[in-house]
């Protein structure tokens, strides 16, 4: 359970980075912010996977860095969101 943990954290870093050029706008918190939501998107996305839909990356490495996007991108979409409302 704990290197889980630490593999969609490690995965997470990268994909905060990749969110950040998918979703348009300026991210919070600039650099630190894309790798804290990368890291809350791996994190997301992996519960998401394996809680919600019972599934498993089935991917390695790749199928990991796509569902960490995936979850990075719903965080930053959500965050870009609630910053435009206020």
Request: charged share 10%.
């Amino acid at each position: 359970m704990s290197m889980d943990i630490l593999y969609w954290l490690l995965i997470g870093l990268v994909a905060g980075g990749v969110a950040s050029f998918i979703v348009p706008g300026r991210t919070p918190a600039g650099v630190i912010g894309a790798i804290v939501i990368g890291i809350l998107g791996g994190l997301l996305g992996g519960w998401l996977l394996d809680s919600v839909f019972e599934m498993d990356t089935g991917g390695g490495l790749i199928g990991a860095l796509v569902v960490a996007i995936v979850g990075a991108v719903i965080i930053l979409f959500a965050l870009r969101q609630v910053e435009q409302r206020t």
